[in-house]
């Protein structure tokens, strides 16, 4: 008797299965708008986390950190601003309320959700880096596309565990990526899974078309964006900052640097900036609670 092999997973099964996918909380919608007007302020920043007193604890916190190393303890929210800078603070309130959204999507499963979160965090970190030497108009937006570029692995993980179970596995067995094992269970993939959910929360266009193309070759010919995705991706996995259920060597098409139009020294120093958007990312698990939880 032949053996029955279980079908495979499409996008149109992912979209039944998260019929309800968690809202981004209203503070990440707030700070996204704030992102998009230009005369915003810190004290429309401040007057956004202030709604919040958990997030205004955990901000406050991250800026008492050793990682920021301030010379004295800080209780004001709007001298923590004033601190860090406008543009640092609305990364970090980002950071934050975009961690529970993506904790709720995980089941809170740490470990994987640890690597899951760090990776992101290092490609969001590289990606404003990437925005700011190239001069794009909105870098802010460039961060958040690096934080959510793989939040289709995140739906996996929560809403099909056996699939992604048997991903690993795959990968695993034949040293490759996640992306290149998604086949043994899904039709689809989770950059189009990540691209349905970031359409499904209305975020910008330019950012949907990056989540769903990062894995393509070729994709940023006509996108800086993708082209800084790409390139980000690969700068955190080659360095040891890779999700869950990456085995093979991380692998480079060298026309997408070429395409970004940056020195080469720059791409050396993304490099080696790794090693500190990893220490970021580390501090905010542990202020979060997720790296003090995983070591109960």
């Known amino acids: 008797m032949a053996k029955q092999t279980r079908a495979l997973v499409t996008l149109q099964d992912v979209q039944r299965r998260v019929d309800t996918l968690p809202t981004l909380p209203e503070i990440t919608s707030f700070v996204m708008n704030l992102l998009e007007d230009p ?32 010379p004295q303890k800080i209780a004001d929210l709007n001298r923590a601003i004033a601190l860090l800078g406008y543009g640092r603070i609305k990364n970090l309130v980002l950071s934050l309320s975009l961690i529970r959204v993506f904790r709720a999507i995980s089941k809170k499963q740490r470990e994987d959700f640890a690597q899951f979160w760090q990776h992101s965090a290092v490609v969001a970190g590289l990606m404003k880096r990437v925005a700011l030497r190239l001069g794009l108009e909105d870098p802010e937006q460039a961060f958040l596309t690096g934080l959510l570029h793989d939040v289709g692995k995140i739906a996996i993980l929560g809403y099909f565990p056996k699939e992604y179970a048997a991903v690993l596995k795959a990968a695993e067995d034949k040293k490759e990526s996640f992306a290149e094992a998604e086949g043994v269970a899904f039709s689809t993939g989770h950059a189009a899974i990540g691209a349905w959910m970031a359409r499904t929360w209305n975020l910008p266009g330019d950012v949907v078309d990056a989540i769903d193309s990062h894995h393509d070759e070729g994709a940023w ?17 080659s360095r040891g900052v890779a999700c869950a259920g990456t085995f093979g060597a991380a692998h480079f098409d060298e026309r997408a640097w070429t395409r970004l139009g940056l020195p080469q020294e720059d791409y050396f120093e993304m490099m080696a900036a790794v090693d500190s958007e990893r220490a970021i990312a580390e501090v905010i698990l542990q202020v979060t609670g997720v790296a003090e939880a995983e070591s109960v």
């Open 221 to 237: 010919d006509d996108d800086l964006l993708s082209a800084a995705l790409y390139f980000a991706d690969y700068a955190a996995r």
């Open 39 to 70: 005369d915003s302020s810190a004290q429309d920043v401040s007057n956004v986390i202030v709604r919040d007193p958990s997030l205004s604890a955990q901000i406050i916190k991250l800026v008492n950190s050793a990682y920021f190393g301030l």
